[in-house]
């Protein structure tokens, strides 16, 4: 069984408490690692922007607001062999974790892997 680190569960502070009560049943149900990198969680505006200026969100931060500035947002990483791993197997896989343990708590998310418009596969947020 894994264990999130000190510096995931750091990365975490502020996000909404049922996208943390998920990611903490994640980790015990998952078959590969994962922790959430230092943009994982909640962002400000201007870390948000930077990420969409270097093309890595679709949401600029202040006009286009990103469910990471509420809170209500979590990226991941799979962890493979001691790396950050984003490869689409290690991901999707840990992406059943998360998903598993959104259905055992009732807590309702949408998946990054499953969106129509783009697929961001390390992300998860509170469905509204």
């Known amino acids: 069984m894994f264990t999130l680190s000190q510096r995931s569960i750091q990365h975490m502070s502020g996000i909404h408490i049922d996208l943390r009560r ?3 049943r994640a980790i015990q149900l998952t078959k590969i ?3 959430i990198p230092s943009t994982g969680g909640i962002r400000s505006a201007e870390m948000q922007n930077e990420l969409f200026k270097a093309g890595k969100s679709k949401c600029d931060g202040y006009e286009n607001m990103s469910y990471h500035q509420s809170g209500n947002a979590l990226d991941f990483y799979a962890y493979v062999d001691g790396a950050a791993s984003w490869e689409p197997e290690h991901l999707a896989q840990v ?3 998360f998903l ?3 259905n055992e708590q009732g807590v309702k998310l949408k998946w990054g892997g499953l969106f129509k418009s783009f697929t961001d596969m390390p992300h998860f947020e509170i469905e509204s």
């Open 100 to 102: 598993q343990a959104a």
């Open 33 to 35: 690692d994962f922790g």
């Open 95 to 97: 992406a059943c974790a």
């Open 22 to 24: 998920v990611a903490d």
